[in-house]
């Protein structure tokens, strides 16, 4: 089945009403620190309190009440007393306040002295001391004082500041499909610091939105990030964005990002962290050009952040919420200069609750998801009574015991589940048969099934004992219209819709934004709720429906006609590319041939060495050419002109 809101999470903004009347809060982790602790003693000034100022030779003992002594071995006598060691386990264990020596003698009058018996350990010691200190605890505890337990459980509810504000609801929410015991986290830091729980109920309710957020002026938060030469700042509007509003960030989905921007300066050392401004404040200032650069880049960094900051001053102070990210030195870049939108101390400014990355919009947008999310668990009033205990526990101050070995783990007994009936079995097996049957397009043995156990379907479908027969019925006409849009089963949504009449406004199950339109995987099937709507415009309300304007079998031909078209139009198209491209192919083709015939066309047009006219010289034609060859070459290449010339004579007679 669907995901309901028991398993899923939602946005803190968009609380479902249904689920908003039966929250509580859980007050144990909903009480203010302030407020607790303004009832508590502070124990330095207790201890402060309780210690005399030194007198006569000035040798005392700041722990023990009037403790004076006139040499130092008096006073290192005293230390090992036992007296001095009880004193000091109450100031460690704050567990009271120090005694003085005749307090000490009437507490262990008839018990024997542990310091003086030369038999005694270090261990008997102790174990005495702790003795007395269980004794006084148990007294304590035993004189029935409302204003001492009182102040134990402030002192102890004092450290509960969690991250996250839990609710439950006082009761099972049927419509929502949500079990009783079902427990939502909202981040603290969305709330002002209140000192009652219920005052985190009220503002929760506040906090959902109306539908009014355009008239009032629209509901935003800030968020501002700087860190290693990194700033990222967005400005995100809390409602959610339309279909037909334009988004120009990458990966923001339905988030209404308002303003943003990002840049970058070097500031920073690399593998070294830390700004250059800090690296100065703790060494020598450098003069190198690194450091010069960096300086640079700290400077130019805190006057963009600045500008921009001034720029975005009307969204900064429309915001609900600023959160911030920066070092100490960083911050001076938000508050703290002429004309500043924010102030040091603007009760709006919170700090991310957990951990953040290199400061981008992607960090932004995640940081925006993981605040606005609900967080959904599911623990038991048992389980919830350990986990609490278990984390009071670990506030207390630790004493040194010893480690006892640790029993045995015993095997947790899982209660049986309860046997269902024959016939209660034989129902879910129904039900199966027929969600498959949906899902896979049986459309042949669903009619006679559908026929055959209608009612039972429709008015008594399993694990749903806890709706009256009217919401049963209202669960499984979408439950099935639904299963069969998403599998894109087109044969069982036809007969759902056209012979058995579903009724396709009602919400799909675990999610009440949804119809069972919306959940349809392919065009076919949209075009099915489009053709039903055109033959039975009066039988729903198509527009509750979220079905679009119905659609004709003409309107439907018309249709094939023009994809038709296009694809013929497409695939000429794509028939005259081709038929260019192997033209211009021939083309190139030719020209080459064209220039390869040319070029050997003129390779056989040039003269040849041989058929140069006039008379050709061996060694060329200057005296230059015989110039370092042997007198027997010379002479051969003498003899050889010679004869041409004579030649040349002869032949011209």
Sequence with gaps: MSA?????????????????????????????????QSTLPTSASTLAAAAPPPAGT??????????????????????????????????????????????????????????????????????KVARLLKNQTLDESDDGSSAAAELADRQRRAHLRTAVIWFSPSAPVPELNIPKDTQFGVHRALFPPYEKAGDYLDELRRMQLTGDE??????????????????????????????????????????????????????????????????DNNKSKAISAGAMLRRYGEQALQEEI???????????????????????????????YEDAPLEKNDERIRTFPFPTRRP????????????????????????????????????????????????????????????????????????????EMVRKGRINALKPFWEKYSEEFLFSPPALSSLS??????????YLLSAASSSSQPEVLTYFLSELKFNPTLAVPGDVLKRPYDLAS???????????????????????????????????????????????GLKEKLKEREKARQEAEAREAQEEEEKRLETEKR???????????????????????????????????????????????????
């Design 4 to 36: 309901t809101y028991s398993n899923r999470s939602f946005s803190v903004y968009s609380v479902p009403p249904q689920l908003l009347e039966t929250l509580a809060v859980r007050s144990i982790q909903a009480q203010n620190s302030d407020q607790q």
């Design 58 to 127: 000035g040798i005392s003992c700041q722990t023990c009440p009037q403790a004076e002594f006139d040499t130092i071995e008096e006073q290192r006598a005293h230390f090992k007393s036992d007296w001095h060691r009880y004193n000091v386990k109450v100031k460690l264990n704050a567990s009271g306040k120090a005694i003085s020596l005749e307090e000490w003698d009437n507490m262990v009058e008839g018990i024997p002295s542990i310091s003086g018996s030369a038999s005694s350990t270090s261990g008997s010691e102790t174990s």
């Design 214 to 279: 355009e008239e009032d002026g629209e509901r935003r938060l800030t968020f501002l990030m700087v860190a290693g030469g990194h700033f990222a700042g967005m400005v995100v509007g809390i409602r959610p964005r339309g279909k037909t509003e334009k988004q120009d960030v990458k990966g923001a989905g339905d988030v209404r990002v308002l303003k943003h921007k990002t840049f970058h300066r070097y500031t920073t050392r690399k593998k070294q962290g830390g700004s250059q401004a800090i690296n």
């Design 306 to 336: 600045r500008a921009l900051l001034i720029d975005w001053a009307d969204d900064i102070h429309a915001s609900e919420r600023i959160f911030i990210r920066a070092s100490t030195h960083g911050k001076k870049s938000f508050w703290g």
């Design 360 to 435: 981008t919009l992607q960090e932004l947008l995640r940081c925006w998801h993981e605040l606005t999310r609900v967080r959904v668990s599911h623990l038991s009033e048992e389980a919830l009574k350990q986990q609490d205990e278990a984390y009071i526990a670990s506030l207390q101050p630790k004493t040194q015991t010893k480690v006892k070995p640790a029993p045995a783990p015993v095997k947790e007994v899982k209660p049986l589940a309860p046997k269902i009936s024959a016939e209660e079995e034989a129902r879910l097996d129904r039900w199966k048969r027929l969600d």
């Design 469 to 478: 027969p009217e919401e049963q019925s209202q669960y499984t006409q979408p």
């Design 522 to 568: 392919s065009k076919v099937i949209r075009d099915i709720y489009r053709k039903v709507a055109y033959d039975n415009p009066d039988l729903w309300d198509w527009k509750a429906a979220r079905v679009p304007p119905g659609l004709s079998e003409e309107m439907e031909a018309e249709q094939r006609e023009k994809k038709a078209g296009r694809r013929k």
């Design 603 to 653: 390779e056989r047009e040039k003269p040849t060495r041989l058929g140069v006219s006039g008379p050709q010289k061996l060694g060329g034609g200057s005296a230059e050419g015989l110039a370092g060859l042997s007198a027997e070459m010379r002479m051969q290449i003498e003899r050889e002109r010679r004869a041409r010339a004579a030649e040349a004579r002869f032949g011209s007679r």
